[in-house]
């Protein structure tokens, strides 16, 4: 049974760093797309950082150059390193599957496996 389970969420100030872990089971990574999407009160699920079959990363443009994607070596753990935190960043963080599309479309109905989320609150 596929499953997804995200943690490392917490509360920091405006320029702090977390690390998101997404710990995979049933899921072989060189056969799926990954990815992490977020979503805050009042606004629609967006896509954060996807990863390919080929190992291709990409980012939305309000994140490049302050948060990394990346897998384990096992390829069992997804995670997303956030840097230079904004309290923009404020949302529920998701881990993702795409098990069809390479490379993954970023709009989250294309998305076919999801975690439950954690929390991310950066504050001013």
């Known amino acids: 049974q596929e499953l997804l389970v995200e943690s490392g969420g917490n509360s920091v100030q405006s320029g702090g760093s977390l690390r998101l872990s997404c710990a995979t089971s049933?899921?072989?990574?060189?056969?799926?797309?990954m990815g992490w999407f977020r979503q805050s009160p009042g606004k629609e699920r967006e896509a954060v950082a996807v990863?390919?079959?080929?190992?291709?990363?990409s980012y939305t443009d309000s994140v490049k150059g302050r948060f990394t994607i990346s897998q384990d070596d096992a390829k069992t753990t997804l995670y997303l390193q956030m840097n230079s935190l904004k309290p923009e960043d404020t949302a529920i963080y998701y881990c993702a599957v795409d098990s069809y599309r390479n490379p993954p479309r970023l709009d989250p109905v294309f998305w076919n496996y999801w975690g439950k989320g954690t929390q991310v609150t950066v504050s001013s």
């Open positions: 049933g899921f072989t990574f060189s056969r799926y797309c």
């Open positions: 990863i390919d079959r080929d190992d291709k990363a």
